[in-house]
C-alpha cells in the first residue's frame, strides 16, 4: 500500500492521538489555522470540545478539569492571537506545576518568517513559560510528538507543554504511530524512586526531633491521591504537627488534630511559629516559596531541614536544606513509612508534650478572629456560613485572587486533594471561574463554586456565556468589598492609605449580568438572610451569580508584611502602628 | 559566599531552539554567561555538546546546573571545574595590521605563542593561536600594541581528563 491511500491527515492523526492518550475533554476556540483540526472534531464522537470565550479561559479551564482530576488538561487554540491568549494560562500553569497539552495553530511551514496573517513566535514565546514545546514541521512527526507531549506534561513535576501545528502539516498524509508504552523518553527521566540511603537518614532526623513540624505543599497533589493517604498515616505514625501551603491544601485532613492550618504570609500564627520555633522540618513537595519563607536570613533558623522532592532545582533554590531527598512524594512517604515501622524509633515523647503544649498556647491566640456585627457581613462570616452549607456534599471549591483567596484559604476547611483550585504561584486574577467551568465538566454532579472577588471576577466574566452554553451549574460566590481588597489592603498598610486606582468604580449590577447570560443572580446584604442566601444558591441547578455585599474595609489577617520575619506577624488592625515596614520589604511584592 | 568561574559541558538533542532554551533560561534567571559554545558531535545520535562558563556563588551555580538538567532535550549536565581536573582550549583569529619593527615583533610573538599564520599580506597577518583563554588573552594583549585591528575568538571548549566520556 502508498502511504497516501491508508494515511490519514494530520489533523485526524492528531484526534486519533489525542484519542489513543485517553483525553475526553478539549477546551478550545476555531480559527483559521486550526479548521483543519475542528473538522476532524465534527467527524467524530470521543473527543467532546467545550467552547470557552477567550483563549485564557481555555487553559484555566484545562487546569480546573486536571488538578481535579489529576488527568492533563487538553486546549486547542489558533494561530497568533489565540496563541499570545494562552500565554497567561501557560504561565499560571507552569507557577502551579499543572500538567497541560495546549495545541496551537501556526502558519503554514512554508510562510514561517514571513509576518503571514496571523503568525507569532509561538514556539518563541511560550518557551519561559512552558515544560516543554515543539514544532511539529512534517506530518511523520506529529503523532509522536503528541504522545511525548503527554509524556513531559504529566511526568516528573507536571507543567504545561504546546504543540504548535503548522496549517500545512494538519492538511499532510501519514500513517498513524500508536503510542509507545511504557514511554522511554530519550533524556527526560525524572527520578521518581528515592535513595534509600536518604530515606534512611531522613527517618534518623525525624525519629530524633523535639520539635519537629511537617511542611507539606502542592507537590503531594501532584503525587496523586495515595500520597495524601500515605502522608496522613505517616504524620499519625509520629504523632507531629503539620501545616499545608495554600497549594498543598486538603492533603491533610484539616479537620485533623495534628493540622495547623495553612503556613506563610497570611497563615496562621501557630504555623509560622511552630515553622520559626521547630527543630526539624519536614518539607514534602513545597518549594520554600517567598511567601512562605519572609525574610531569609530569619526563616526557621535553629531547625534542620528535610526537603522531598521530584525537582532537584527546587531543592537549595531559596533556603539550603540539611537533607535532600529526590523523588516522587508518593514513593518517598511510602519508603518513610516502611522504615519507620521497620525501625520502631523511640521518639522524645517527652520533648513532644512540650512541643504540643507551646503550639497549643499559640493557638489560643486564635489568630483568625473577626467580630460580626448585625448590619455588615464580614467575608470570614460569609465563607464560614458557605462551608457550613456545603460540608456535606461533594464539592469543589475554586478562587480567584485577592483577600477573598486567602479568606477561603483560611476558613473553609479541606480533607481531601484535588478539591481545592487556586492560582498560587502566578496570582493570576480571572483563574477561578474558567477554572470552576473545567472542575464542573469533570465532575459533572458535584457542586463547584467559585470563591471570587468582584475586580477578579470581571477579568473572565464573558465565560458566563460558556456555562449557559453546557448548561454548567457553576456557582460564583462573590465577596463584594467594592475595592481590589488585596490592593486595598497593601495601600492602607504600607502606602499611607493612599487609595491608588483601588476602588472598583462602576461595577456592574451582578444580578442583571447573570440574568443577561441566563445564569440566576442573587444578593444579599444582610447577614441574617445569608444562610437563606445561600441554600438557595445550592438548590438551583443552574449557573447562579451570588453578590454577597461584604464589609467594604477588612483586611486579611494575619499577616507577615513582604520581607518580615515570622515572629513580625500583624495579626489584626491595632497591630500596625508598632511594626513598620522596612525599606528592604518594601521593594518586595 | 563568593561567586566562583565553572566549565559545564552539556550534552543536548542538537534540534531546532536547543540554544535558545539554553540562553533563555540564563538570561531569564539572571545567570551569567562568560563563554559559550556549541557544534554538533555526534551525527549518528543526533547530539551536541554545549560548553558554558558562568560565575556563581555555589548556590548558584548548583541551581543552574539543576535548570539545565530539567530542560528536557538536555542529556547530561558535568561541572569540568568540580569532577576532577579537565583541559579547556579556545581558539582565536587575531589580525594585525603593521609594517616596519612592529610587523617582525609581532611575527616573532607568534612563534613564541605557537600562532600560526593563516593569511598574511604586505601590510597585515592574520594568526591563529589556540590555548587556554589565559593564554590567548597575553597573546591578544600583546598585539595590542602591534597593530591589532580584529579579534574573533570560539569561546572555550573543555574536557576532563582521563579516559571517561561526558
Ligand atoms: C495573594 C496571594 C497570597 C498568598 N499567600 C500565601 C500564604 O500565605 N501561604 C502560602 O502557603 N501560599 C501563599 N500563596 C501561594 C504562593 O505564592 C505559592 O504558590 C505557594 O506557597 C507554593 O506552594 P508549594 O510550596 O506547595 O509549591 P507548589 O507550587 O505546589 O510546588 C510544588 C513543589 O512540589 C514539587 N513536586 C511536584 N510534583 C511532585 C511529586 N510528585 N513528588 C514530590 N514533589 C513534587 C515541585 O517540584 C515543587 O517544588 C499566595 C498566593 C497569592 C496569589
Ligand atoms: C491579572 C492580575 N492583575 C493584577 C493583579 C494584582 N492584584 C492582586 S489582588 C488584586 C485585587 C483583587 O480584587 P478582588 O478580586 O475584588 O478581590 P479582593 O482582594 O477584594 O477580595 C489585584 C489587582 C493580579 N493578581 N492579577
Ligand atoms: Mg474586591
Redesign the interface.
Known amino acids: 500500500m502508498k502511504p497516501e491511500e491508508s494515511a490519514t491527515t494530520g489533523a485526524d492523526l492528531l484526534v486519533k492521538a489525542l484519542i489513543d492518550e485517553e483525553v475526553e475533554v478539549v477546551f478550545g476556540y476555531p480559527g483559521g489555522a486550526v479548521l483543519p483540526i475542528y473538522d476532524s472534531l465534527f467527524k467524530q464522537n470521543r473527543l467532546r470540545h467545550i467552547l470557552v470565550r477567550h483563549e485564557q479561559a481555555a487553559v484555566h479551564a484545562a487546569e480546573g478539569y486536571a488538578r481535579s482530576t489529576g488527568k492533563v488538561g487538553v486546549v486547542l487554540v489558533t494561530s497568533g492571537p489565540g496563541a499570545t491568549n494562552a500565554v497567561t494560562g501557560l504561565t499560571d500553569a507552569l507557577m502551579d506545576s499543572v500538567p497541560i497539552v495546549c495545541l496551537t495553530g501556526q502558519v503554514p511551514t512554508h510562510l514561517i518568517g514571513n509576518d503571514a496573517f496571523q503568525e507569532a513566535d509561538t514556539?518563541?514565546i511560550t518557551?519561559?513559560c512552558t515544560?516543554?514545546n515543539y514544532?511539529v514541521k512534517a506530518v511523520g512527526d506529529l503523532a509522536r510528538v503528541v504522545h511525548e507531549a503527554f509524556y513531559?506534561a504529566r511526568s516528573g513535576r507536571p507543567g504545561p507543554v504546546v504543540i504548535d501545528l503548522p496549517k500545512d502539516v494538519l492538511m499532510n498524509k501519514h500513517d498513524y504511530v500508536a503510542p509507545k508504552k511504557p514511554v522511554q523518553?530519550?533524556?527526560?527521566r525524572p527520578q521518581v524512586k528515592p535513595d534509600p540511603k536518604k530515606v534512611e537518614e531522613a527517618i534518623e532526623l525525624i525519629a530524633g526531633a523535639k520539635r519537629p513540624i511537617f511542611y507539606a505543599g502542592g507537590g503531594i497533589v501532584n503525587a496523586g491521591p495515595k500520597a495524601s493517604k500515605l502522608l496522613t498515616q505517616f504524620v499519625h505514625m509520629t504523632g507531629y504537627p503539620i501545616t499545608n501551603t495554600l497549594m498543598g491544601l486538603g492533603t491533610f485532613p484539616a479537620s485533623d488534630k495534628q493540622f495547623l492550618g495553612m503556613l506563610g504570609m497570611h497563615g496562621t500564627y501557630e504555623a509560622n511559629l511552630a515553622m520559626y520555633h521547630c527543630d526539624v522540618m519536614i518539607n514534602i513537595g513545597a518549594r520554600f516559596d517567598d511567601r512562605i519563607t519572609g525574610k531569609l536570613t530569619e526563616f526557621s533558623p535553629k531547625s534542620k531541614k528535610i526537603h522531598v522532592d521530584i525537582?532537584?532545582?527546587s531543592?537549595?533554590?531559596n533556603v539550603?536544606v540539611d537533607l535532600a531527598v529526590v523523588g516522587d512524594a508518593g514513593h518517598v512517604l511510602e519508603e518513610m513509612i516502611r522504615v519507620w515501622k521497620a525501625r520502631q524509633p523511640k521518639v522524645d515523647h517527652k520533648a513532644l508534650k512540650a512541643w504540643w503544649a507551646e503550639i497549643d498556647k499559640w493557638r489560643e491566640r486564635n489568630c483568625l478572629a473577626y467580630k460580626q456585627d448585625k448590619e455588615t457581613i464580614k467575608p470570614q462570616y460569609a465563607l464560614e456560613r458557605l462551608y457550613h452549607h456545603i460540608k456535606d456534599r461533594d464539592h469543589y471549591i475554586t478562587t480567584e485572587v485577592g483577600q477573598h483567596q486567602m479568606w477561603a484559604a483560611q476558613f473553609l476547611k479541606f480533607e481531601q486533594p484535588n478539591r481545592w483550585m487556586t492560582s498560587g504561584g502566578l496570582g493570576t486574577m480571572g483563574y477561578g471561574f474558567p477554572s470552576a467551568m473545567g472542575v464542573q465538566i469533570a465532575h459533572p454532579d458535584a457542586l463547584v463554586i467559585d470563591v471570587a472577588g468582584e475586580a477578579s471576577i470581571m477579568m473572565n466574566i464573558q465565560e458566563l456565556s460558556t456555562v449557559a452554553q453546557y448548561r454548567l451549574p457553576v456557582k460564583i460566590f462573590i465577596l463584594n468589598n467594592q475595592y481590589m481588597g488585596m490592593v486595598r489592603q497593601w495601600q492602607e498598610l504600607l502606602h499611607g492609605g493612599r487609595y491608588s486606582e483601588s476602588y472598583m468604580e462602576s461595577l456592574p449590577d451582578f444580578v442583571k449580568l447573570a440574568e443577561a447570560f441566563g445564569a440566576v443572580g442573587l444578593r444579599c446584604h444582610e447577614p441574617d438572610k445569608l444562610d437563606d442566601t445561600i441554600q438557595q444558591m445550592i438548590a438551583i441547578k443552574k449557573p447562579v451569580v451570588v453578590d454577597v455585599l461584604v464589609d467594604k474595609t477588612e483586611n486579611c489577617f494575619p499577616m507577615i508584611p513582604s520581607g518580615a520575619a515570622h515572629y513580625d506577624m500583624l495579626l489584626g488592625p491595632d497591630d500596625r502602628a508598632a511594626k513598620p515596614v522596612s525599606e528592604e520589604g518594601m521593594v518586595l511584592v | 559566599m563568593i561567586a566562583s568561574s565553572h566549565t559545564i559541558s552539556v550534552l543536548?538533542?542538537n534540534e531546532?531552539?536547543i540554544l535558545?532554551?539554553v540562553v533563555?533560561l540564563f538570561s531569564?534567571r539572571g545567570y551569567n554567561i562568560e563563554s559559550l559554545t556549541v557544534a554538533e558531535t555526534d551525527a549518528k545520535e543526533n547530539l551536541s555538546r554545549i560548553t558554558i562558563v558562568t560565575a556563581g556563588t555555589p548556590?548558584v551555580i548548583?541551581?543552574i546546573k539543576?535548570?539545565l538538567?530539567?530542560?528536557?532535550?538536555?542529556?547530561k549536565v558535568r561541572d569540568l571545574t568540580v569532577e576532577g581536573p579537565h583541559i579547556e582550549r579556545e581558539l582565536a583569529l587575531v589580525k594585525v595590521k603593521s609594517s616596519g619593527d612592529k610587523r617582525v615583533e609581532a611575527l616573532r610573538l607568534a612563534d613564541v605563542f605557537r600562532a600560526k599564520v593563516i593569511d598574511a599580506k604586505m601590510d597585515s597577518f592574520v594568526f591563529e593561536v589556540t590555548g587556554n583563554s589565559d593564554k590567548v588573552q597575553t597573546f591578544i594583549g600583546l598585539m595590542e600594541g602591534l597593530g591589532l585591528v580584529d579579534v574573533g575568538r570560539t569561546g572555550i571548549v573543555a574536557m576532563s581528563r582521563g579516559g571517561d566520556a561526558l
Open positions: 514556539t518563541g518557551r519561559p515544560k516543554h514544532l513531559v523518553h530519550k533524556s527526560y525537582d532537584p532545582s531543592i537549595n533554590k539550603r | 543536548v538533542d531546532p531552539g535558545a532554551r533563555g531569564g548556590m548548583e541551581q539543576a535548570q538538567d530539567r530542560l528536557v532535550p538536555v542529556h
